[in-house]
C-alpha cells in the first residue's frame, strides 16, 4: 500500500512566525503535492514537484514556498505565517508513467491554525 | 465556469437505495477522471478512476464518463450508512512534467436508515 505521512495532525502557530510542514511518502512516487483545503472553495493546489529539487507553481503559491531535497520528502514552508492560512494543508503522492493515468494519493492531512 | 462543478447536496438517499453523483468540467482536452471520498475530518481516499467513454464497474460503484457533454458520474448501488461522505470529482490537467488534478467541491451524501 501506499503511505504518505505528514509531520503533524494538528499545529497551532502564531501570526509571522515561519512554519515548516512536512510530507514523506514511502513509494518512490515522482511526483508531489500540496493542496489546501477550504470550506466551499475544495482543494486548491499550492506548489507540486516533479523531481527532486524541481519545484513548480499551483493555483494559489503566494506566501507559500516548497523544498524538495530528496525523493520521498517534500516541505510547505510558510516564510510568515498569516491568519489567512489557517486550513487543512494536504499532501499527495503519484507515479508518472509517461500518460496520463495517474492516481493521486493522499495523507492525513495537517491542520494549521494561526492566531 | 467553474473548471470541476459539483452539487454540494447533501444529497440524502435511504438505505439500500442507488445514490447517484454528478460532475461536470469545463477543459474539453481532459482525460482522467476521478472520485475521491472523504469522510469529515480525513483525507481524500480513492474510490474510482475513469479514462474512456462508458461505465466502469468495482463492486458496488459504477463511474460513467461522456467526453462528449463533458459529464462524469458515480453511482453507489445498495447505499450503506457507511457511505455517508462528501464525494470529490477530479479531473486531470495535463502539463510537460506530468498531470495535476482539479477538484470539484464535492458532494455531502447523506445514507439514512
Known sequence: DVKVTQSSRYLV?????KVFLECVQDM??????????????????????????????????????????????FSLILESASTNQTSMYLCASSSWTGGYQETQYFGPGTRLLVL | QKEVEQNSGPLSVPEGAIASLNCTYSDRVSQSFFWYRQYSGKSPELIMSIYSNGDKEDGRFTAQLNKASQYVSLLIRDSQPSDSATYLCAVNRH???????????????KVEL
Open chain 1, 28 to 73: 518512490d512516487h515522482e511526483n508531489m503535492f500540496w493542496y489546501r483545503q477550504d470550506p466551499g472553495l475544495g482543494l486548491r493546489l499550492i506548489y507540486f514537484s516533479y523531481d527532486v529539487k524541481m519545484k513548480e507553481k499551483g493555483d494559489i503559491p503566494e506566501g507559500y514556498s516548497v523544498s524538495r531535497e530528496k525523493k520521498e520528502r
Open chain 2, 95 to 109: 502539463t510537460g512534467g506530468g498531470n495535476k488534478l482539479t477538484f470539484g467541491t464535492g458532494t455531502q451524501l
Open chain 1, 13 to 17: 502557530k502564531r501570526t509571522g512566525e
